[in-house]
């Protein structure tokens, strides 16, 4: 697809940034791989070749009474037994990392949290599960609700300072008004005080984060739609009579777009910023899920094992660092004043 000589020249102007352009390459590769999390740590392994047979246990489960084992429960692939079957007359294909995000470490000779070793690269934490097994789980969560809280409060937040912006009086004035209350609202003790009564989990977290999360936008694209229904092209389509709704989607949204772009990198820093936050707390996604928040947490409580919070550290400070230089690259790519010449990255 043909970009138009604008997007050209912000695309180049993004490349110029080299801290945000490689920032959002490295960003990508990290979230890529982690969409994969299955195929890089799990307790199961990724290919097993027994009695001329092939199965793949990572997707489909199997009995143990295939392997020539005793029990119809799913088999224990790192269960010494049950290797000892299958090596006998085949192989196993295991991914980097033989542990899940759940997995127990019951061979560590370590109590836990056992210290970092050439079994488990960043230790164990407090229940003694990999911790590099569940921050590769953890950071795909955290990204995956930090998008889709990002896209779902983008697009309310864009719908509703489009109307506002476009109708203005008293729709305008009305919306304001409920928004000033709306986001004056304290969310995270409301989150806590509903966490007591109800069990939460991704979606339930995601549906009410996305109640409060959407006024963000509201006001730069309102913004943008009061300057544009003033221009002469605007006022021109509604005398041929061109529809409202027209009009909005195809003369003014483009330019309120610009703002939501530069804007969205830093919602989903802040998205992934107060899942952390609500798992550090205790009132976060259901306990045992992989959780950076939870990490932190361990952290704190096992002052003793400094793995566990250098490792949520790094990892938190890392992830946003790279979210926030592509907002910055971002935001000077659509910033009309910017030139190639003048900003060096």
């Known amino acids: 697809m043909q970009l138009n000589p604008i997007n050209q020249r912000r695309w180049a102007q993004f490349r110029a940034n080299r801290r945000g352009w490689w920032s959002l390459w490295i960003f990508l590769v990290l979230f890529i791989l982690s969409l994969f999390a299955e195929f890089l740590a799990n307790e199961r392994p990724l290919l097993v070749h027994y009695d001329g047979g092939w199965y793949v246990p990572v997707l489909v489960s199997y009995p143990e009474t295939i392997f020539g084992g005793d029990f119809p429960t799913?088999?224990?692939?790192?269960?010494?037994?049950?290797?000892?079957?299958?090596n006998a007359d085949g192989w196993m294909l295991w991914p980097p990392l033989r542990y899940h995000y759940r997995t127990i470490n019951f061979e560590s000779e370590a109590a836990a949290p056992a210290p970092p070793s050439a079994e488990n690269w960043l230790g164990t934490d407090d229940q003694g599960r990999d911790v590099l097994a569940r921050l590769i789980y953890g950071f795909r969560i955290s990204v995956l609700f930090g998008l889709a809280l990002t896209i779902g409060s983008s697009l309310i937040g864009v719908a509703v300072g489009a109307v506002q912006g476009y109708f203005g009086g008293r729709t305008d004035l009305f919306g304001q008004r409920f928004i000033e209350i709306w986001?004056?609202?304290?969310?995270?003790?409301?989150?806590?005080i509903m966490a007591g009564f109800v069990q939460p989990s991704f979606w339930w977290l995601?549906?009410?984060?996305?109640?409060?999360?959407?006024?963000?936008?509201?006001?730069?694209?309102?913004?943008?739609?009061?300057?544009?229904?003033?221009?002469?092209y605007v006022k021109a389509a509604k005398a041929l009579g061109v529809t409202d709704s027209v009009i909005m989607v195809r003369h003014a949204l483009p330019n309120a777009m610009v703002a939501t772009v530069t804007f969205m990198p830093f919602i989903l820093t802040g998205s992934i910023t107060t899942l952390t936050s609500l798992d550090f707390l205790g009132f976060g996604l259901p306990p045992g899920s992989p959780s950076l928040g939870e990490l932190l947490a361990q952290g704190k409580a096992n002052l003793q094992a400094p793995w566990l919070g250098l490792t949520a550290f790094f990892s938190l400070s890392i992830m946003l660092s790279l979210l926030v230089f592509i907002g910055e690259a971002a935001r000077d790519a659509f910033d009309p004043r910017k030139t190639l010449g003048g900003h060096g990255g």
């Open 74 to 86: 799913e088999a224990e692939y790192r269960d010494p037994y049950v290797a000892e079957l299958i």
């Open 206 to 232: 995601l549906g009410i984060m996305l109640l409060f999360s959407w006024t963000q936008l509201v006001g730069v694209v309102r913004a943008e739609f009061l300057r544009v229904r003033n221009f002469d």
């Open 183 to 192: 986001a004056g609202l304290p969310v995270l003790y409301l989150l806590i």
